[in-house]
């Protein structure tokens, strides 16, 4: 059994991007750029910008971040959103989710061009992604995708199974391993028998968010288990949906939670906005 060391890889890609975006910056004579935009108090919400505000430092990308108030209007939102679209030091726009109540997060998200939309999130970049086409899918999913290259694990012509159907995950985890020749399904709350569903999978992948969800039972022999999920344990421990004690001694190749998916989430955000730099300079 191997663990799939999120880490490490997520590492050497934030290296391989610094060549990258210094190849960007002698080319066009200014840093390839992410806004990040923070709007309101959420405590987990500022951690992650402020890691992908460090991701960003150690690649070679300027970020912008803004950090907005609690009680900003929908039309001071869509402002600066509009402002950051034309901003030409600007490749990438990411507005952290989940936004406060009273505002319309799908019209925030509708203002970023999809050039600019490095989360992948927009109508115009999932159609792209579900038709096999050029754009920026989201950085989980992507992440997996790229795990599973470094680490040399097949895709094409396994079974895989996500779990989960969410917009920012399970849904285009599962167009990625379509687009890659995987035979797919997708599993959520409504599925009739997800143990059986599991059981058949060479590629599991967990999008749910409750711990414990996959058991040993529910995973094949010489499986490859990929766990997207981020739990709070009993111990108060982060865990993910996997009981990862019992499922490795099955697997061909696991993730741990933290130091799987999360890392690599955040590579795949760096690589977007490099890409998105270099397809718009
Ligand atoms: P979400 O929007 O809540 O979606 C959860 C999905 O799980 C839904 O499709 C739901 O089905 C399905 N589900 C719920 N209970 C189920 C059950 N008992 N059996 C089968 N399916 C079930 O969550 P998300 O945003 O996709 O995130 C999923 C997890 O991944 C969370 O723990 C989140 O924190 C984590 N996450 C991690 C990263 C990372 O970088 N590591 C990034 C994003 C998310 P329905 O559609 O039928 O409701």
């Avoid at 970020?63 to 929908?74: C, D, N, R, T, V």
Wanted: proline residues 5%; aromatic residues 2%.
């Amino acid at each position: 059994m191997t663990i799939l060391d999120g880490k490490a890889v997520a590492a050497q890609i934030r290296a391989e991007l610094r060549a990258r975006t210094l190849e960007f910056e002698r080319k066009h004579g200014k840093q390839a750029g992410l806004a990040v935009v923070l709007i309101g108090n959420d405590p987990a919400s500022a951690i992650y910008v402020r890691n992908k505000i460090k991701g960003c430092e150690e690649a070679g990308i300027r970020s912008f971040a803004y950090e907005l108030p609690e009680k900003i209007s929908q039309e001071e939102a869509l402002a600066l959103i509009r402002r950051l679209a034309e901003d030409k030091k600007v490749h990438g726009i990411l507005l952290q989710l989940p936004v406060p109540g009273h505002l319309d997060a799908a019209a925030l998200l509708g203002a970023i061009p999809p050039e600019k939309d490095v989360d992948g999130f927009s109508a115009e970049n999932i159609g792209k992604l579900a038709l096999g086409e050029e754009g920026s899918a989201a950085c989980t999913p992507l992440g997996i995708m790229e795990l599973l290259l470094r680490y040399g694990i097949t895709v094409s012509g396994k079974r895989a199974v996500v779990v989960g159907r969410s917009r920012i995950v399970g849904r285009p985890m599962a167009l990625l391993l379509l687009n890659a020749d995987a035979t797919v399904t997708v599993c959520h709350s409504k599925t009739k028998d997800l143990k059986e569903e599991c059981r058949r999978a060479d590629i599991l992948i967990s999008a749910v968010g409750r711990a414990g969800l996959i058991g040993p039972d529910m995973v094949k022999e010489g499986a490859v288990v990929i766990d997207v999920g981020m739990n709070r344990g009993a111990d108060g421990k982060l865990c993910g949906d996997v009981d990862f004690a019992a499922v490795k001694e099955k697997v061909s190749f696991i993730t741990p939670v933290p130091g799987g998916v999360g890392p690599m989430t955040i590579a795949m955000l760096l690589t977007n906005v490099c890409r998105a730099a270099e397809r718009n300079p």
